[in-house]
């Protein structure tokens, strides 16, 4: 079984940085990507870095080029990390790890083919 468990949330004014965790147990290398989502109030929830676990390639949405930055501990990624410098109040969400479906071919930023996902933890970006 799959568990997902993100920590270092918090407040941050703007300009300042932080750096979020993803602690995993129970993935296999079948659950590839992974991926890192927020979602703020009213708003859909949206893919914000992905990454390839067997290659390492990165993946970025437009808002997160240059300011974010997704990492893992080694392939079998026991810790998934998420550097966040230059917060802007507009990235004020939750933010969620999350493990595609097993054999998941499709888009790194389409959360259907997520079936695992952690609890989030709360980014709050003060201007």
């Known amino acids: 079984q799959v568990q997902l468990v993100e920590s270092g949330g918090g407040s941050v004014q703007a300009g300042g940085s932080l750096r979020l965790t993803c602690t995993t147990s129970g993935l296999t290398y079948s659950h590839d990507p992974m991926t890192w989502f927020r979602q703020a109030p009213g708003k859909e929830r949206e893919g914000v870095a992905g990454?390839?676990?067997?290659?390492?390639?990165?993946?970025y949405s437009d808002s997160a080029k240059g300011r974010f930055s997704i990492s893992q501990d080694s392939p079998s990624t026991h810790y998934l990390y998420l550097q966040m410098d230059a917060l802007e109040p507009e990235d004020t969400a939750i933010y969620y790890c999350?493990?595609?479906?097993?054999?998941?071919?499709?888009?790194?930023?389409?959360?259907?083919?997520?079936?695992?996902w952690g609890q989030g933890t709360q980014v709050t970006v003060s201007s």
């Open positions: 990454i390839n676990r067997r290659t390492g390639i990165t993946y």
């Open positions: 999350a493990a595609a479906r097993p054999s998941f071919g499709g888009t790194w930023s389409f959360s259907e083919g997520y079936d695992d």
